[in-house]
């Protein structure tokens, strides 16, 4: 599914063709093609926010968007894992277990799979196939954010977050992150219903959590 949604254009109608390549990709019977057509439609138009309706995948333009996109943070001599906790502490949004390991130092290296740029501000997107049960509850509200604090996704939106805003800063002499970095949707794809924002986690880091991470890379 992720490769699929990495080359195709979320601009362009969901024809047959396409999604009997998703098929093949998934290696699922042609019987599914129904099924699978509703449900990519479904991804497609879900809104990704309740105060902008129109905010969708299916309505981002091409030149607005950048999949995959690399990145590397090095780390600043050794990683001291007790400062990172403390900013986790001091200014996450969500009640994030502490990070253990012992001290590292080298580079971190990752692929956001969504960037893109809408009404002035840019924003950070990935996609999750986790299956969190049957039920559309289970993926909205506490069930969403338990989801993310288990498997630590909180965590790697915090290191997408500073490498976005690290580029953003040496790309433009304007950009400023409260005003320009709109924030980070995470899809969990099997939830999205194209009617509401079941499937769909947002948040906007503190700008003072982005700050103390800085200190560290």
């Not at 992720?2 to 063709?17: A, M, V």
């Not at 590397?72 to 900013?87: E, G, H, T």
């Not at 692929?111 to 009404?119: A, K, P, S």
């Not at 909180?154 to 970095?181: I, K, M």
Request: charged share 20%.
């Amino acid at each position: 599914m992720h490769r699929f949604l990495e080359k195709y254009d979320f601009s362009q109608p969901l024809n047959e063709e396409k999604v009997q390549k998703l098929c093949h990709w998934l290696q699922l019977e042609e019987t599914w093609l129904p099924s699978l057509q509703q449900w990519m439609n479904a991804i497609l138009h879900t809104p990704l926010s309740a105060e902008e309706p129109t905010l969708k995948l299916a309505n981002l333009s091409r030149r607005h968007c950048v999949k995959e996109m690399q990145f590397y943070l090095k780390l600043n001599q050794l990683f001291d894992v007790s400062v990172f906790n403390r900013a986790l502490q001091q200014y996450h949004h969500l009640p994030s277990e502490s990070l253990q390991f012992d001290a590292i130092r080298g580079m971190l290296r990752g692929f956001m799979d969504l960037v893109f740029y809408h009404n002035g501000q840019y924003y950070l997107l990935d996609y999750k196939s986790n299956f969190l049960g049957v039920e559309p509850q289970n993926y909205v509200g506490k069930s969403l954010e338990q989801a993310m604090l288990t498997n630590h996704y909180d965590w790697q939106y915090l290191f997408y977050t500073l490498a976005l805003h690290r580029y953003l800063q040496q790309r433009d002499a304007n950009y400023a992150y409260e005003t320009h970095f709109g924030g980070v949707f995470y899809c969990f794809l099997r939830g999205m219903n194209g009617e509401n924002q079941n499937g769909v986690f947002f948040d906007k880091p503190d700008y003072a959590l982005i700050q103390a991470l800085e200190n560290l890379f």
